[in-house]
């Protein structure tokens, strides 16, 4: 039994979380329609699962694409790579994906499937928890463009979504931090008691405790999934789950892909995102304050990079794909739990909190 399903009725899927997922192997034959597979992971990941998952994929005729590490890598170069293999290895209509690996993978392997003789059917298997709680979940794809963040992608959803949660044993501290601004994210946007509870259990969720990790991936797939069962393509309410991250894709465009991880980014933004909501009087400082304790427990930045100036942030944010008719758009937090879309920004007030 899937523990969610995300509703987009034909086009719906399950999302499986647990322990010990990557040893049910039939977990995997269900959602693959044919005979061929190709898994796509990178040089971190396919030492770690890679085997494993094929070991799992006996019936199947199963090969696999190895690419490089790192946010830089998902690039429409790998894009034009992964086709390449798939055409010289002659896979058809009826082949299935499986995305192995973080949000890089993911993004780029789910951008492949929609584009690949107009579309295949891909599965995600996440294995960060920015994966788990966020990005495998609601049918975003891109890649990189050096002018901007998944400026080159496509709306396409999974058949399913295989979240083992025993995969995060080996993931760098580091790169755990960076997925919880991901988490921390849902509670400041939609879900007061989820923040609450995030504060509460700071320290079992930093020692890895898989009870409540399976409980926290779990709250974050069913708000993402019940967000984007009412907006698939980002009419409306999706922009929300954007949180933190207006900012956040211009520290990262700026900075170098890589250099600050995706979850640092998003954390910072987030603070800037309050920042403004202080300075237009719609959030308490105090709530700002909880925000910044919370975000800080998880040994996330706080501050914009130093070399960053308005003109800086300005210069990307005018890319961004939430912008109508050239005003910038931002989601502020009104409150712990509660945030808007605002378009009514001046120029002045970005000046005074960057
Ligand atoms: P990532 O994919 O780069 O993974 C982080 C690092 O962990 C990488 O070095 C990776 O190789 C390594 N890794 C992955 N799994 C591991 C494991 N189990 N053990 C050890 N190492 C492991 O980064 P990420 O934080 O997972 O994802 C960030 C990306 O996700 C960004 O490109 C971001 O734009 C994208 N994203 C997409 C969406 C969406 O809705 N599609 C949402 C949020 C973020
Ligand atoms: N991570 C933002 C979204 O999926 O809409």
């Not at 926290?216 to 949180?243: F, H, P, S, W, Y």
């Not at 959030?283 to 304790?293: A, F, G, K």
């Amino acid at each position: 039994m899937p523990t969610l399903n995300l509703d987009l009725g034909a086009r719906s899927y399950p999302i499986y979380i647990d322990s010990g997922l990557f040893e049910n192997e039939k977990l995997f034959s269900d959602h693959i329609r044919g005979k061929r597979v190709c898994i796509v992971t990178n040089t971190i990941v396919a030492p770690l699962y890679l085997e494993k998952i094929k070991s799992k994929l006996t019936n199947f005729d199963v090969d696999e694409i190895i690419l490089p590490d790192g946010e830089a890598e998902k690039s429409l170069a790998n894009f034009e790579r992964i086709m390449s293999h798939l055409l010289k290895n002659e896979h058809g209509r009826d082949t299935t994906l499986i995305a192995l690996g973080g949000g890089v993978i993911g993004d780029i392997t789910g951008f492949a499937a929609a584009s690949y003789q107009r579309g295949v059917d891909f599965i995600q298997v996440p294995t960060t928890v920015l994966s788990q709680v966020d990005s495998s979940v609601g049918g975003k794809t891109a890649v990189n463009h050096p002018l901007g963040k998944n400026m080159i992608g496509a709306f396409y959803q999974p058949k399913a979504v295989i979240i083992d949660i025993d995969s995060l044993v080996t993931l760098p501290v580091r790169e755990f931090n960076a997925g919880m601004a991901e988490v921390i994210k849902y509670g400041i946007l939609g879900d007061y008691d989820f923040f609450v509870w995030l504060e509460n259990n700071i320290s079992s969720i930093k020692a890895g405790d898989k009870t409540l990790l399976a409980e926290m991936i779990e709250r974050c797939c069913q708000c993402k999934a019940d967000i984007v069962a009412n907006d698939e393509t980002e009419a409306g309410v999706r922009a929300l789950l954007n949180l933190g991250h207006t900012f956040g894709h211009a520290i990262e465009a700026e900075q170098g892909y890589g250099n600050w991880l995706h979850g640092e980014a998003v954390a910072t933004g987030m603070v800037l995102a309050g920042k403004l909501a202080v300075a237009m009087n719609l959030l308490e400082v105090s709530e700002l304050c909880r925000i910044e304790s919370l975000i800080e427990a998880f040994d996330l930045p706080l501050q914009a990079p130093e070399t960053m100036g308005c003109d800086d942030f300005t210069r990307h944010m005018r890319r961004d794909k939430k912008n109508i008719g050239g005003k910038l758009r931002f989601i502020v937090p009104t409150a712990i739990g509660k945030s808007e879309i605002r378009d009514d920004i001046t120029q002045e007030t970005l000046q005074q909190i960057l």
